[in-house]
């Protein structure tokens, strides 16, 4: 009896697995620092991602995959988070207002660029025995999503892209001891990339109407590893250590244009390589007294690792327009992120949470264009969680924050040095822009045996 009753659970475990891949499939993307997308828990969302890495809830796997051994038994929690991103932006000089009998037509700035977005996540966890347990999540780490209108004062430095990304990581954790943790896990990611660029001529610096347009589009695999650990030194203080290996992401797919009078080198197969950031995670759950517990969270992300990103064609060789390399100069620097907050319960079915974190964005003023404005932004969130008194082992998250981003310059001029700079010349512009990002959560946990004490080695 206990085999068929084990045997269902693991059906019902399967069946919510995949249908919240199917969910992941469907979802529309949005942009956060860089193209990282940090949104991945309802719990952590309350909190900004204070302590996360430590634990508290099972999404904490995707920072930290040995979180997954403070659940008994079979555990699933299926996130979703609406994304509402804003932003104005505005010009003070383009070089394509110059332009003669057309340059008219380039007189405006772009009103709000970014795209809402529902970004759902999966995790499941099942404990084997008292020490070991095998783990998977369902995310999208990165993910852009920008509109533009195909005339406006910015055009060549900013036209539509969209990014979406599908990763899955399996993992297996081994309970040392009461003390410590650890985990390792596999990262498997599929991304798609379309990407559009109104092309200058070479030379003169004139812009053909309607504009010349390059297309880069296609998707791509990538591998990995996750690992991570959690150190419990006293009854009341969690550490969580986790770090998400870099994913070098090859593009294969290809180079077409639009209204082109330039020749390109290929009209076909190209490929281009994304060296996507690794990142490292620690968290803090302090108990204080019987209610609140003291969170606090570091992440370093290692975008600088991202560089310039070279097209080329499928001999080997960089693909061209007019002659020139087509290249994507990224050149980031690497993210910080600080955060800390806390919980209090109010009793054993509700929990309130709060938390606060600063965000040093990887895109400084020196690389920063129209089509990616970010900037380093503040977090403020609110949460909660409700265990329902009836239903024992369904619990609920919500979750809500406001990210205020700095008001961001763009500077794009042959005495800037930022490396978009291209033949249609000066863009010199501002951005103002916040974000409301919204969090709901369902967890649930079949009955598991409290697993005996892992003996203290």
């Known amino acids: 009896m206990g085999g068929v009753m084990s045997n269902r659970r693991v059906k019902s475990l399967l069946l919510a697995c995949s249908g919240v891949a199917a969910l992941l499939a469907a979802t529309v993307d949005a942009n956060a620092g860089g193209f990282a997308l940090h949104e991945q828990s309802a719990y952590g969302q309350g909190s900004s991602f204070a302590g996360i890495a430590a634990g508290g809830a099972l999404s904490s796997m995707y920072w930290n995959p040995a979180a ?78 920008v509109r533009f209108p195909q005339l406006w004062a910015g055009t060549t430095y900013g036209q539509n892209a969209d990014i979406k990304s599908y990763n899955f990581a ?14 390792l896990g596999l990262q498997v990611q599929y991304m798609t990339v379309q990407y559009a660029q109104a092309v200058p001529a070479y030379p003169p610096a004139t812009l053909f109407f309607p504009p010349a347009m ?34 070098n992401q090859k593009i294969d797919g290809a180079l077409t244009g639009g209204n082109l009078a330039l020749p390109l080198t290929s009209t076909g197969g190209v490929n281009v ?7 490292l995670s620690v968290g803090l759950r302090q108990g204080i007294g019987d209610r609140f517990t003291l969170l606090a969270g570091f992440e370093w992300q290692n975008w600088s690792r991202i560089a310039t990103a070279n097209v080329l064609a499928s001999g080997g060789a960089p693909a061209t327009i007019g002659g020139r390399a087509v290249t994507l100069p990224f050149q980031y620097s690497d993210s910080w992120f600080y955060s800390l907050g806390g919980e209090y319960m109010v009793d054993p079915a509700l929990t309130l949470r709060a938390g606060i974190a600063f965000e040093k964005s990887p895109i400084t003023d020196g ?22 008194p009836q239903f024992k ?37 501002s951005v103002s822009a916040h974000v409301n990002l919204f969090s709901l959560a369902m967890r649930y946990q079949w009955d598991g045996a409290e697993p005996a004490p892992a003996p203290m080695h």
């Open 170 to 183: 399996p993992t297996l954790a081994y309970k040392i001891n009461d003390m410590i943790s650890i985990a």
């Open 273 to 279: 390589g994304l060296n996507l950031p690794n990142l």
């Open 214 to 247: 390059l297309y880069i589009g296609g998707n791509g695999y990538s591998y990995g590893f996750t690992v991570g650990t959690t150190i419990t030194p006293t009854p009341t203080t969690k550490i969580g250590i986790g770090y998400r290996s870099a994913l």
């Open 367 to 388: 690389v920063r264009t129209p089509r990616l404005p970010d900037n380093d932004r503040m977090w403020y969130s609110v949460g909660a969680t409700y265990k329902h």
């Open 68 to 145: 997954i051994t403070q659940f008994n038994g079979m555990t699933f929690e299926a996130d979703v988070t609406g994304i509402l991103p804003s932003n104005s932006q505005s010009y003070s000089s383009s070089g394509l207002l110059a332009l003669p009998f057309v340059g008219g037509f380039y007189g405006n700035g772009a009103s709000n660029t970014t795209s809402d977005a529902l970004l759902p996540a999966m995790y499941a966890s099942w404990q084997i025995n008292s020490q070991l347990w095998a783990g998977l999540s369902i995310n999208s780490p990165f993910g852009l999503s």
């Open 393 to 429: 082992g369904l619990t609920f998250d919500l979750g809500y924050s406001y990210i205020n981003v700095k008001d961001t310059p763009i500077n794009i001029s042959a005495t800037s040095g930022n490396p978009w700079l291209n033949a249609s010349g000066t863009y010199i512009g």
